[in-house]
């Protein structure tokens, strides 16, 4: 990839520095006039704009820092110092007239050890899966394979990156074949099991946490991967006050048709040609206060969707931390199932 990829124009929208950050990966975009360096934008400076409720079509100069850091060529062996000490993933290197010569990054083993968390983690790997059969006809959906380990091993490690090493996973199919499993596994983590007698949906097997669980925990479904800073995620939570916080990525659609609108009389009001949209949608991964586990009735199927309701109407704070598309991977069905192993390069 070459560094121009990272090149966005103050004049042009929210929506497609999004859809740059997805394409490259890198999280960072440099504003640039004339190949020089004006500012930078970061996936958090979007992320920021959305929360205080900025709108995808205004432009990339009301979020973007005009005073970034960056560096001259003749000081590159130091960047990496440089980017541990002010905190930062990137950072660009200039000439003397501050044009762009490349962009260096902090290496993502720094990253994970700088953000580290202690926190539990539960994840639901008791249902059926039906949406991934003939795969589930043999194998309990937490054993599918991605690659050469099954997608639960790939949650866990990432997990694992944030110093999370503390698993609850809350069982009901086949799940003989998953204790077996990770019971056989070489591991540096603790793993509890939970057993459901009947299922209880996405949410009720919580209730068999009850007094397991005392701390603030993230919380996931067993066929999603969320690659993002987790430690973002938490301190949003704690600083927010929240008593779940809902992770939730941008879909961004086109209608590949032409959209008509009538009116009353069965006339064209309007027609519009290949619409957009974009919408956040729940990604199945939380983090929760233990405080909800203890208002869930035992033995009770119900979704977590339902469970987030119930606390709003109790009057806990529900909030929501979006990150990009492509941060969230989800198996759920055969066509996505393909794409994750795609993303993961497995």
Not at 70 to 83: G, N, P, S, T, V
Not at 248 to 270: Q, R, S
Request: aromatic fraction near 8%; charged fraction near 25%; hydrophobic fraction near 40%.
């Amino acid at each position: 990839m070459s560094v121009e990829a990272l090149f966005i124009d103050e004049t042009q929208n929210v929506l497609e520095a999004m859809k740059r950050i997805d394409a490259t990966a890198r999280q960072t975009l440099l504003v640039v006039e004339d190949s020089k360096l004006k500012g930078i934008i970061t996936d958090g400076d979007i992320r920021r704009h959305l929360l205080r409720g900025g709108k995808l079509e205004e432009k990339v100069s009301k979020i973007a820092n005009y005073h970034p850091r960056y560096i001259y060529e003749k000081d590159k062996a130091k960047a990496q110092k440089l980017m541990k000490k002010w905190s930062i993933l990137s950072l660009p290197v200039v000439n003397e007239n501050l044009e762009i010569q490349s962009v260096l990054f902090l290496n993502d083993n720094e990253i994970g050890r700088n953000h580290s968390l202690n926190v539990p983690v539960v994840i639901m790997a008791g249902g059926l899966g039906t949406r991934l059969y003939p795969y589930t006809k043999i194998l309990p959906k937490p054993l599918i394979p991605i690659g050469e380990i099954p997608i639960t091993e790939h949650i866990i490690n990432q997990f694992l990156n944030f110093d999370c090493d503390k698993f609850h996973l809350i069982v009901n199919h086949k799940k003989n074949m998953i204790k077996a499993y990770f019971n056989e596994v070489e591991r540096k983590y603790k793993i509890e099991f939970y057993d459901e007698d009947t299922p209880l949906g996405t949410g009720g097997g919580l209730s068999l946490l009850k007094g397991k669980v005392n701390d603030t925990f993230f919380f996931t479904n067993c066929d999603v991967l969320i690659r993002a800073n987790y430690r973002e995620i938490y301190d949003f939570h704690k600083q927010n006050n929240n008593m779940i916080t809902i992770v939730a990525a941008f879909k961004h659609l086109t209608i590949p048709y032409g959209v008509i609108n009538m009116d009353g009389k069965g006339e064209i009001a309007e027609m519009i040609e290949k619409p957009e949209y974009s919408f956040l949608t729940n990604t199945g991964f939380y983090v929760v206060e233990p405080e909800v586990i203890n208002g869930i009735e035992e033995n009770i199927a119900i979704g977590f969707p339902d469970i987030i309701e119930q606390q709003k109407e109790r009057g806990g704070k529900i909030g929501v931390f979006p990150v990009s598309e492509k941060s969230w991977l989800d198996m759920g069905q055969l066509e996505e199932l393909e794409n994750m192993r795609k993303e993961l390069g497995v």
